[in-house]
């Protein structure tokens, strides 16, 4: 292992086509083996939702977050999550239970901005 990081260091910035693209390319082999198919795919659509800038620790750091709101966002079917999770993603029709009024919606806040979501944190 040690023999190959030297001759397989690791970029100082983001490579051309990012982080995924990288490692699913430096993956070859019995050191480092490639990853399954629906990984490798994974890793390279995440190119596309990360910030090009970043290390790599902060591309590694967004791979369990960002999956999982890529899983949620391709499901069908019911999802039960927290307003705080469901924001962002397009959905058909949301059922929200347990609402207590005078908090949700907010009595300042514009009624439009609350239907959708965008003033949740």
């Known amino acids: 292992m040690h023999r190959w990081l030297k001759a397989n260091p690791l970029p100082k910035e983001a490579p051309e086509g ?7 390319e430096m993956a070859v082999g019995e050191v480092v ?15 596309s939702l990360v910030e090009l800038d970043q290390g790599f620790g902060r591309y590694l750091s967004q791979i369990t977050p960002l999956g ?9 079917g019911v999802r039960i999550m927290t307003m705080n999770g469901a924001k962002g993603l ?9 609402l207590e009024e005078g908090i949700i919606p907010r ?15």
């Open 18 to 24: 990012g982080w995924g693209h990288w490692m699913v």
């Open 33 to 47: 083996p490639a990853p399954s198919a629906e990984f490798a795919n994974l890793l390279r659509e995440l190119d």
């Open 68 to 76: 999982k709101d890529r899983a949620l966002a391709d499901s069908q």
């Open 90 to 98: 397009t959905v058909r029709a949301t059922i929200m239970v347990g």
């Open 107 to 121: 009595p300042a806040g514009e009624l439009q901005e609350e239907r959708r979501c965008s003033m949740w944190r």
